[in-house]
């Protein structure tokens, strides 16, 4: 730790002289600033390990804005810098956001000092650790997000879904995922290609939820320069992107009338003509849609149509909400632990049988993103080596949970973010530096949050 450099920022003189005094025992060298304006500058001077950073959460209550820019640009300098966050206790739920968001770490304040000697020391180890292995932190994390993991199943239903994926996977049929939202359907479309003749060609996704009418024909099938008003090239659309391989449209429920007879005569013709051309392209794809809503009640309210559903449903499946498969929690819960304390570096390793008996209670209206959401946040919060009811509900009682559910603020200022960069990738046609411009980001912030919402 003799070559280790440290910055702290905080605007608390008291706080900063206590920190330095305590941390220059065990690091080389522990430089203090009060006005976090300074950071730019000292950052590009001096190439620290890591950064202990006050949030000033308490400033800025609403929002916790300016931490976060803070942690943005630090990171923007540098996305190997570890960032530790001193936080007030009553702000953790801004702490768990900005270790999403690429913080190491927070500790609370007033901190005890082995723990803070100990964070401390593990971020700068990682930072060492990873400039060893060759790559910046981001990027090792980048790896790892890099998605597709097994699918669990344990329950008779899940398993039942799997056994038909085996044997319909290979076939090119046609195939309808039905569900709640977050009930794995696109983990299930990923599983299809996975098995299918066809893995070794693109997977291609569509979210037909997210897309607005005046962009579907381009978007779906491409466009030719000059088409429309921002088309400055070629461009080929999603269809053309998955050749060989597997289109993945989700919320095809979703979709207008006049989009419907387009997409109907694509799939009848197998071919797709880009927008701005009238040069037909054949094209060669698996299609796997899928939905929430019900598709049969729709035909019949007249707002889909049925050749369209006939065509895209040779195989349904069916997956029940979490609810319906409780043997699943446990499994699912087990999983998401692992792949959380080795995102985060915790300690923790299993879930106290108390509180696996309140999750297989719980309705998991979010299905098992919000059980993955939960388990994301009890990691990173968890006090000790077990996952315990406290670590999940921060004193509101198991049984108030459905209205209570801690995070619910964080999870709604995070579709909002997300829905925000799906709007600004959509108008500018995926152009990551136009995004980046208008939602005044820079790229790297931008590509943080894209993978962080899985964009
Ligand atoms: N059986 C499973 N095994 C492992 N992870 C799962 C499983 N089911 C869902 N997940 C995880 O839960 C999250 C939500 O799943 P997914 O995105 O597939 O749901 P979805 O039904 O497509 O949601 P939406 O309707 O909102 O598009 C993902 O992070 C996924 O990895």
């Not at 920022?9 to 002289?17: G, K, M, N, S």
């Not at 996305?79 to 900005?98: H, Q």
């Not at 723990?115 to 292995?133: C, H, N, P, R």
Request: with cysteine; proline share 4%.
């Amino acid at each position: 730790m003799q070559t280790a450099k440290l910055l702290i920022v905080d605007d608390d003189p008291d706080v900063l002289l206590a920190a330095k005094l305590l941390l220059k025992r065990h690091i080389g060298q522990v430089d203090i600033e009060k006005n976090p304006d300074r950071l730019p500058f000292l950052l590009g001077n001096t190439n620290y390990d890591a950064v202990l950073l006050d949030m000033n959460f308490t400033r800025d209550v609403s929002s916790g804005k300016e931490g976060f820019d803070w942690l943005d640009r630090i990171l923007d300098a540098d996305p190997s810098t570890r960032v530790v966050l001193f936080t007030a206790y009553g702000d953790v739920e801004m702490a768990v956001r900005a270790i999403k968001a690429g913080a190491a770490d927070f500790v609370l304040k007033p901190w005890e000092n082995d723990k803070l000697v100990e964070v401390i020391k593990t971020a700068i180890d990682s930072k060492k650790a990873s400039e060893g292995a060759g790559g910046s932190g981001a990027a090792a994390k980048k790896g790892g997000a890099a998605n597709a993991g097994p699918v669990i199943a344990q329950s008779a239903a899940m398993r039942q879904i799997l056994d038909t994926v085996e044997r319909v996977a290979p076939t090119d049929a046609n195939i309808l995922i039905l569900g709640e939202n977050g009930t794995g359907k696109d983990v299930l479309a990923r599983e299809i290609h996975r098995l299918s003749t066809r893995r070794d060609k693109p997977f291609v996704a569509a979210d037909l939820g997210a897309l607005p009418e005046s962009l579907f024909e381009s978007e779906l099938f491409g466009h030719v320069r000059g088409a429309f008003t921002d088309a400055r090239d070629d461009r080929a659309g999603r269809f053309e992107e998955a050749q060989g391989g597997t289109i993945f449209l989700d919320e095809i429920g979703n979709v207008g009338l006049s989009q419907q007879a387009r997409l109907l005569t694509v799939l009848q013709q197998r071919q797709v003509m880009r927008v701005g051309s009238n040069k037909p392209r054949p094209i060669d794809v698996r299609l796997v849609c899928a939905t929430n809503a019900d598709l049969n009640a729709r035909v019949l309210d007249r707002s889909f149509r049925q050749d369209l559903l006939y065509r895209i449903n040779t195989i349904e499946l069916h997956i029940p909400p979490l609810r319906q498969r409780p043997d699943d929690i446990g499994p699912l819960a087990e999983h998401f632990l692992r792949q959380y304390r080795k995102q985060y570096n915790r300690p923790v390793g299993q879930i106290s049988p108390d509180l696996l008996r309140h999750l297989k209670q719980y309705a998991w209206p979010g299905n098992v993103r919000e059980l993955q959401h939960a388990i994301e946040r009890a990691v990173i919060l968890a006090r000790g080596n077990t996952l315990t009811s406290d670590d999940f509900f921060f004193g509101s009682t198991p049984a108030a949970m459905g209205q209570t559910m801690p995070g619910n603020d964080t999870l709604q200022i995070e579709s909002m973010e997300r829905r925000m960069i799906q709007q600004a990738m959509q108008k500018h046609g995926g152009n990551i530096t136009d995004v980046a411009r208008e939602l005044g980001l820079s790229r790297q912030a931008l590509y943080r949050r894209m993978e962080k919402y899985g964009l």
